[in-house]
C-alpha cells in the first residue's frame, strides 16, 4: 500500500463538503494542507479522484469508487478502537445491585472490600430485601432473585439450583 491511512479522513471531509475550505474550517486545519493531503493521495493511487475547480466539485467514477473503500475502512477503524478502547480502561460509575438477606450475609458480604480494592471507580449501591425488586421501577441494575422469576422481557440467567431449605426457630429445640 502506497498510500497514507491518514489521509482517509481530509478525503471524506472534502466528500462529505463538496469543498477544500469547507473541508479544511471542519477539521481545522489550513486549506493547503487539505489540498496537499488530497494530492499525495491521488498520486500515491496514481488515480484523480476529485475533479475540481473554482465553481465545481465533483468525485471522477475512481473517487467513487475509493469513497466507498475509504468509507468502510474508516467504519472498521473506529470499530476497532471502540473495541480496545473498552479494554484499556477501568470499570466505572454506580451500580445499584439488589441482592436476598442470606445470600449478601453468607456470599456477597465477606467480598466487598476486595471488589471495592479491585474496582475503586465502581460507585457501588447494595440493596439487602427479602422481596422481589422490579429492576425498571426501582432504578436497579442487577439483582439477585431466589425462586422462580416472572416472565418478563428482561434478560435472566440462573446462578445456581438448590433446594431451599426452611428452618423455624419457635420450635423450642435446644
Do not use: Y
Request: overall charge negative; proline content about 4%.
Amino acid at each position: 500500500m502506497k498510500w497514507n491511512i491518514d489521509d482517509l479522513p481530509v478525503f471524506l471531509a472534502l466528500c462529505e463538503t463538496q469543498g477544500v475550505r469547507a473541508a479544511a474550517t471542519r477539521l481545522d486545519m489550513p486549506k493547503s494542507t487539505v489540498s496537499r493531503c488530497l494530492s499525495r493521495l491521488e498520486e500515491n493511487l496514481d488515480v484523480r479522484l476529485i475533479d475540481r475547480n473554482t465553481r465545481q466539485f465533483r468525485l471522477t467514477a475512481e473517487g467513487e469508487r475509493f469513497l466507498f473503500h475509504a468509507q468502510l475502512i474508516m467504519e472498521q477503524v473506529s470499530a476497532a478502537d471502540e473495541a480496545i478502547s473498552g479494554l484499556r480502561h477501568k470499570p466505572g460509575g454506580s451500580l445499584k445491585i439488589a441482592l436476598p438477606m442470606a445470600f449478601s450475609r453468607e456470599v456477597i458480604g465477606g467480598r466487598l472490600a476486595e471488589f471495592t480494592t479491585r474496582f475503586p471507580d465502581i460507585r457501588l449501591e447494595v440493596l439487602v430485601t427479602s422481596q422481589q425488586v422490579n429492576l425498571l421501577t426501582e432504578d436497579i441494575d442487577v439483582a439477585l432473585a431466589v425462586g422462580p422469576f416472572e416472565d418478563s422481557e428482561l434478560n435472566s440467567q440462573k446462578i445456581v439450583e438448590t433446594p431451599l431449605i426452611w428452618v423455624d426457630g419457635s420450635t423450642g429445640c435446644s
